[in-house]
């Protein structure tokens, strides 16, 4: 299983979540977030703005979805048809295990899955 996390521009996250929806990964936690990328900021007149408004997307997908998916955000939160800076950043983390908190069901990295004892 891979997580991404995805940090898109806010106006995007309706996109990005529709597409994702639609090729097949429900399952999203989303966050409000603040910060900067490589662009440092936004410069207006004398004042810098280094705390940027974006949203956090976390999803996790089967290893072999990863490509798929990581495509369908970029496309989804891409401005314009070559991107601008601020469009955001997509990082991926392995999973290890995780579990179902209703049915106590842990799901391996290998798509297995077994009954917890609680």
Do not use: C, H
């Not at 639609?22 to 910060?35: C, D, H, I, L, R």
């Not at 974006?54 to 070559?82: C, H, M, W, Y």
């Amino acid at each position: 299983m891979i997580m991404l996390r995805s940090i898109v521009r806010p106006e995007k996250v309706d996109n990005v979540l529709a597409a994702l929806m639609e090729a097949g990964f429900p399952g999203v936690t989303k966050m409000s977030v603040v910060g900067r990328g490589k662009q440092r900021g936004i410069k207006i007149g004398e004042i810098t703005y280094d705390e940027i408004p974006k949203e956090l997307l976390l999803t996790v997908v089967p290893d072999q979805d990863k490509d798929f998916a990581i495509k369908t955000i970029i496309n989804a939160a891409r401005s314009g048809d070559k991107g601008a800076f601020g469009d955001g950043k997509i990082f991926v983390v392995p999973v290890e295990e995780s579990y179902t908190i209703s049915s106590g069901i842990k799901q391996n990295a290998d798509g297995t899955t077994e009954e917890v004892e609680i």
